[in-house]
């Protein structure tokens, strides 16, 4: 893995994944494990992400996940 790249790295290229290739009238489900968990739990705290993306997440099914 590359030193220039962080859990902020993996964020971004979720939401920019979700917003660009996810059709905007699609419900989101997110399921991760692990590393997978904590970004679909970023996507429901941090301030920066709009309400039209947020609110088409139906729910998050997390495996493994621990905050630290």
Same mark, same amino acid.
């Given at each position: 893995?590359?030193?220039?790249v /962080? !859990?902020?790295?993996?964020?971004?290229?979720? !939401? /920019?994944?979700?917003?660009? *290739? @996810?059709? +905007?009238?699609? /419900?989101? =489900?997110? &399921?991760? +494990?692990?590393?997978?968990?904590? =970004?679909?739990? =970023?996507?429901? @705290? *941090?301030?920066?992400?709009? !309400?039209?993306?947020? /609110?088409? @997440? *139906?729910? @998050?099914?997390? &495996?493994?996940?621990? &905050?630290?």
């Open positions: 893995s590359s030193p220039n /962080s !859990v902020r790295t993996w964020f971004d290229d979720l !939401v /920019s994944l979700l917003r660009d *290739r @996810i059709p +905007a009238d699609h /419900s989101l =489900l997110l &399921i991760g +494990a692990s590393l997978g968990g904590w =970004l679909a739990h =970023l996507l429901l @705290i *941090r301030d920066e992400i709009d !309400v039209q993306l947020r /609110s088409r @997440i *139906r729910g @998050i099914l997390t &495996i493994g996940m621990t &905050i630290n």
